[in-house]
């Protein structure tokens, strides 16, 4: 009979270990999970920004919001993201701002360049952050937006 008690003890022992276990894994892609959203959410914010900017031109949104042109907007919103995402505000974040000439024309089944199209601005937006929970030799976790403005 002690016998038996020990051994469903155990059984009983191995389960709860097992449902620790389960709880803090989920509770560790609860935590990713959020800081996805937030990288998604910060990427659409400047988005948004630049959807009601006063010019939507290729150079004018670089100059604004342009990683490489570093821009007040762009810098405000660096700002937000490393104070949002762990660890963000080591690594490098991204806004790649190129233009895009329009898409030639097909006039009696040949192709011609469009009369009467502006360029359009195609931005790549990229996220980096590194929670302190992941290893040191781990690589920077990343979410990556790319959307069009036309003029």
């Not at 963000?88 to 040949?110: E, F, K, R, Y």
Request: glycine share 8%.
């Amino acid at each position: 009979m002690l016998l038996e008690v020990l051994i469903a003890l155990l059984v009983f022992s191995v389960g709860v270990l097992g449902l620790v276990g389960l709880q803090a894994s989920s509770m560790q892609q609860s935590t990713q999970s959020r800081y996805r959203t937030e990288a998604m959410l910060l990427a659409n914010d400047l988005t948004g920004q630049m959807w009601v900017a006063a010019s939507r031109a290729p150079a004018a949104l670089s100059a604004e919001f342009g990683s490489v042109a570093g821009g007040p907007s762009y810098l405000a919103w660096k700002a937000r993201v490393a104070n949002t995402l762990p660890g963000a505000s080591a690594l490098a974040q991204d806004v790649v701002i190129t233009s895009v000439a329009p898409l030639n024309a097909i006039v009696n089944g040949a192709s011609a360049p469009a009369t009467g199209l502006l360029p359009t601005a195609q931005v790549t937006v990229t996220l980096r952050w590194k929670p302190s929970s992941d290893a040191a030799g781990d690589p920077p976790r990343q979410y990556v937006a790319t959307t069009e403005f036309r003029e």
